[in-house]
Structures are given as structure tokens and as C-alpha cells.
């Protein structure tokens, strides 16, 4: 009798320790890595099913047991997450928990994007709340406690390569942009604003109208010479990108659009706009900074993906003709070269 309870309890150890080594310690096995996001308010059963999904975990029944004797059901970080082969239960909770293995989420914001346009960008690659992060760009008090004097961030959030992680605070997104505004603008720089008059404010707004004119480095101390002689001549600034800035989305400008009634309507008001019209590169901005001398004050595009500039309206309508007469002989030589090649395919 002894010798039978003593094989039970030895059969009870054994069979402990084998379903505790299959519950804890039991490898994971899968080839390469995968990829696991974990985003706010996901619950641990919600989790466990997308471990599943991605078969990170082999068993859902033996990785709940271990949630509940690790104790780390809900202690989970969100994230993007990478998980390699191998990797035991207790090692995915324990990386869950502590967050050790979240991957930095590597986002380029180009130069010229508005700061509703970089929202849906950080929406679809980093999960923030879009609605959220827009009610506090557009916050005074919020902009003005990240140290701006503007009514938002357009313009101040500065067009780099960043690293962020899934589902970060809007708050700090926002800081974290507006702090690489602040060390790429510098003292010099804002010294060399106060030398021609202009505020930071003023500095950004014409720097964003050059970004949204132009992606030819050349050309932008030269455009930002042109606005500048606009000004000095209390001439309408006319500048396409601001009436792009008041449209519900981006599309070919029509005649009628340059009657709009906004005070962003550089085709009604005279002097810069309110505000920036999206935010602009270092380029642009030390365009703006060291602009062009010279006696334009129009320039059309020339069909080659550049500018013509002219000191008249008399060469600016010669400039415009012979811009459209190019654009018309390209898309004559673009039909003839397709006929052909209907043609020989024929």
C-alpha cells in the first residue's frame, strides 16, 4: 500500500513537472520572425487569438494556463511586436509585459505635408486617434505650452525621418516634432528672421508657400525672391499653394477656386496668409531666409518641371503661351507614340 501511494506521488510529480515544463518552458516553434501588433484596450483572450493567428503560440489552452500562473493577464504593453522561433510560453508573457521586444516604427514625413495629411500618414503606419491628435494640434493653449505662438502646428512640425512606436501618446508625437522644429531652427536662423523683419510665424508661412511651388532645390531662394518683390510692391502674393490649403482635398486648381472667401486666399488678400499651408523643409525655409535678389515678380510653370521667371506681365503672358505650346506638342509627340505602338502591336 505504501509502495502504491508512493509511485502515485511520484507519477503526480513527474506529471506535474512534464505539464508545468509544457505549460512554461515548451518551445514555440516556427521559421523566420513574426510580427504581432497589440493596440489599446486589447484584451488578454484578444491577444492570445492574434498569437494564435500568427502561430507564435502552439496551444491557446496551455498559453492561458500560463497567463494565469504567471499572473501577467493583464499586464500586457502595447506594440509592434517581433517574435522569433523558439521562444517559450513564459518568454512571450514576460516580453508582453515588460514591452521588451517592441519595435520602433521607422516613419519619414516629407517635406510639404499639412499637418492633416501627416495625420492620416501616423494613423494607417503608427494607430494614433486622428481625431485626437487634430483637436490638439488645433488647441491654442496645448500649442502655446509647446512653446509656439500660433493658433497650430501647422509649419512647426519639422519634415524628417523619425522613430516611433505603435499607438504613442498624440501629446508626445506632437512634442516630439515640434522639439526637432526647435533644434533645427536655431538661434542663427531666428536672428537672420529679425535682420528682415520677419517673425519665426512669417518665416514658416512664406517657407510653406515655396515648398508647396517648387521641389527644385535651385529654384527656391529665387521663388522666395519673387514673393518678396510681390510684397515690397504691396502686390497680391498669388500663390497657388494657398488656395490648395483651403480645399477639402487635393486636386487641379479651377478659375473659380481663386474666388474663394478665406483669409488664406492670396488671390483676395493682399500680404502673407494667417499661417503656413503645410510644413515646410530646412531647403525652403533658408530660402526664405537667404532669398534671391532680383527684379521677378512672376513665373509660371515651364511644361519641363520647372519654373520660367519674368520681371513683366507682358513676359510673363509670352512665358505662359509658350509653356502651353510645349505642353501641347509633348501630348501630340505622347498620341503619336502611343498610335505607333497600338500599331506595331497589332
Known sequence: MKKFILLTLILCIVGGAVLYYLVMWAPNMFDG?????????????????KLAEQGVIKSKLLFKLAGKLHGSTTRIQIGKYRFHGGMSNLAILEDLAKGTSVEAIVITIPEGMTTRRITSLLTRQVGIDSARLMALATNREFVANLGIDAPTVEGYLFPKTYRLYWQDAEELLLQQFIEEFK??????????ANELGMSIHDVLTLASIVEGETRIDSERAIIAGVYY???RRN????ADPTIQFILPFPR?????????????????????????VNNPGLASIM?????KK??????????????????SYKEHLKAISNARKLRQERLQMQAL???????QSN
Open 294 to 311: 532680383h527684379k521677378y515678380i512672376f513665373f509660371v510653370a515651364n511644361g519641363l518641371g520647372g519654373h520660367t521667371f519674368t520681371k
Open 183 to 192: 533644434r533645427e531652427f536655431d538661434p542663427m536662423m531666428e536672428a537672420r
Open 287 to 291: 530660402a526664405v531666409l537667404y532669398p
Open 337 to 343: 507614340a502611343d498610335t505607333s505602338d497600338s500599331l
Open 33 to 49: 520572425d513574426r510580427v504581432v501588433v497589440i493596440s489599446k484596450g486589447e484584451t488578454f483572450a484578444e491577444v492570445m487569438n
Open 235 to 238: 502686390m497680391f502674393l498669388q
Open 252 to 276: 487641379p486648381l479651377k478659375y473659380s477656386d481663386l474666388n474663394r472667401v478665406s483669409p488664406y486666399n492670396t488671390y483676395r488678400n493682399k500680404g502673407l496668409p494667417p499661417g503656413p
Open 229 to 231: 518683390n510681390r510684397l
